[in-house]
């Protein structure tokens, strides 16, 4: 059984789809696409697949990773093309490598967001960073199934900035207006601490409110470098093993060989 890791994005107007929606439209492009999915046992059985930290409704995200059972050997990089050409545009398949590793959903330990403030001034969202970063604590309340839920915004996030403004893939709402930019980076703890909760946390410690929602955009979500404070691509462990493999191979036939010899 062969295991592939996909990168994919939520672009555009499918940010606004649901993760349920993801999964349905991801299932028919895996048929569409004659994918030998691996299937669970039962009465009821389902495509062997496994989602990693999905974003919310209604937030972008060039960073969402899930990974495939197949049994039968696929390259990765046209197993990627075929899926790509079958998922509507704004939901992409952007990556694709052989699983060498274990453990993708631990290496998804912190997030980095960009929050795009339309009708805020770059200085404005600059003194409420500056106010949240120096508080010890912000607490912010949440609605949840189980009531409201209070708890810290400030202990989870790991950086927070304003930058210069981007019209890239990630700016939905691109316009010449007054634009803050801020960069977030967050760990994943318990409670969740999302894009919006810091957004209350601003509104709590600084009276941050945009006149409009913001454009939250998940830029990329992987292990936290406590030392640089970056957060790393969690795919980089499975290319590496895959690239690291067809020398493994020589050097376990050349031993072979020399004990043949001997």
């Not at 030998?36 to 062997?48: E, L």
């Not at 998922?87 to 993708?104: F, H, N, Q, W, Y």
């Not at 508080?135 to 708890?151: D, I, L």
Request: hydrophobic share 40%; aromatic share 4%.
């Amino acid at each position: 059984m062969q295991r592939v890791r996909l990168r994919y994005t939520k672009r555009g107007r499918l940010r606004f789809t649901s993760h349920r929606d993801f999964q349905r439209a991801f299932e028919r492009a895996l048929r569409r696409a004659a994918v030998p999915m691996a299937y669970s046992a039962g009465f009821t059985p389902h495509p062997k697949v496994s989602y990693a930290n999905a974003a919310p409704t209604g937030t972008g995200s060039e960073a969402e990773y899930l990974e495939i059972a197949l049994t039968e050997a696929r390259d990765p990089e046209r197993l990627r093309e075929l899926l790509d050409e079958s998922m509507p545009s704004g939901l992409d398949i952007t990556e694709a490598v052989e699983a060498r590793t274990s453990g993708l959903a631990d290496r998804l330990t912190a997030s980095v967001w960009e929050l795009r403030l339309d009708g805020v001034e770059p200085a404005e969202a600059e003194r409420a960073v500056a106010a949240f970063m120096t508080a010890e604590t912000v607490e912010v309340s949440r609605k949840t199934k189980n009531g409201v839920r209070t708890f810290d915004a400030r202990s989870a996030v790991a950086g927070l900035e304003t930058v210069p403004g981007t019209h890239g893939p990630q700016a939905d709402r691109p316009s010449d207006q007054a634009c803050a930019i801020l960069r977030l980076v967050v760990r994943h703890v318990t409670p969740a601490v999302r894009p919006d909760d810091v957004l209350s946390g601003l509104r709590a410690v600084a009276d941050l409110a945009p006149p409009v929602a913001a454009a939250v955009t998940r830029l990329a979500q992987g292990l936290f470098d406590e030392e640089t404070g970056t957060v790393t691509d969690p795919l980089a462990p499975d290319r590496e093993a895959v690239a690291a493999a067809p020398a493994d191979r020589t050097g376990v036939a050349e031993t072979a060989a020399a004990k043949a010899s001997a």
